[in-house]
């Protein structure tokens, strides 16, 4: 997608779906502290700002609670692939991780990474151009990121070896990644 308008006009499904898996998801994410000790599993919940018990008793964070500055030394860096417009990532994917957190969202399309950046940027976001999938992932993308999501885009991608080849190199030790992709389609 090349036009950034187009795309704002006519992604509310997959901007729902895309909502709905990161909640779903989002608490099977393992957060680490310095010396990669497991931190008690907290779940940052996108569709609930306050902190509630859920059914199964677990206790869900968020990060506008307070409670949950993670300390690895540095700034967690999570990547978001196929970033689109910059929106999902600047707004649903920033309120539900730690505010310590440097988000990258990265697409094939120039003209939807300057939309990103001139409407999205800031508050520990930017947006950069990169083609996953493609020889010559640039050097400051390999082995530096703790998470990485991706909402359908994945399956967009000619090469998908290449792709997922990628996606672990891009994976810091221990990283993770949630994508959401399409098996199927008539």
Known sequence: MNNPESYVKYHRLQYRDNVRCLAENIGRFKWKTTGSQDVEKKVFHPLDVKTEEKSTGSKLDTPQN????LDLGRPIRVLDVGSADGRFTSVELRKVLPPNCEITGCDKSKVM???????HAGNGVKFELVEIGKPNLPDHFIGVFDHIFAFFSYHWIPDQKTAFSQTYDMLTDGGDCLLLMAANSP
């Open 113 to 119: 990474v300057d939309h990103a950046n001139t409407h």
């Open 66 to 69: 307070g409670n949950n500055q």
